[in-house]
């Protein structure tokens, strides 16, 4: 089994900048790809970046491209999204997640999900 525990949410101004941890732990997974997704109320849950674990690649939604980043640090099995130029749409419940194989932009082809974090970016 994987546990993943988000950190980080919060009530921030538009413009400003939050920085989400996601801590995993339990069984290794080969060719380990975490990813970060959100949820709006009312929405669907919708990709925001992964990570490949190995090599470090990286891929975000055009919705946050320029403005996000994801990061790993293997030595605390933890995953980080830098959110920077915050916007009101940006408002959600962010979910980290894990999946055995490369990126996917389906939360379908996640199988495991931590409990989630609120963001809430005021105007």
């Known amino acids: 089994q994987v546990q993943l525990v988000e950190s980080g949410g919060g009530l921030v101004q538009a413009g400003g900048s939050l920085r989400l941890s996601c801590a995993r732990s339990g069984h290794s997974l080969t060719s380990l790809t975490m990813g970060w997704f959100r949820q709006a109320p009312g929405k669907e849950r919708e990709f925001v970046a992964a990570i490949r674990w190995s090599s470090g690649g990286t891929n975000f939604s055009d919705s946050v491209k320029g403005r996000f980043t994801i990061s790993r640090e293997y030595a605390k099995n933890t995953v980080y999204l830098q959110m920077n130029s915050l916007k009101p749409e940006d408002t959600a419940v962010y979910y980290c997640?894990?999946?055995?194989?490369?990126?996917?932009?389906?939360?379908?082809?996640?199988?495991?999900w931590g409990q989630g974090t609120q963001v809430t970016v005021s105007s």
């Open positions: 997640a894990a999946r055995s194989g490369g990126t996917s932009f389906s939360a379908s082809l996640y199988a495991y």
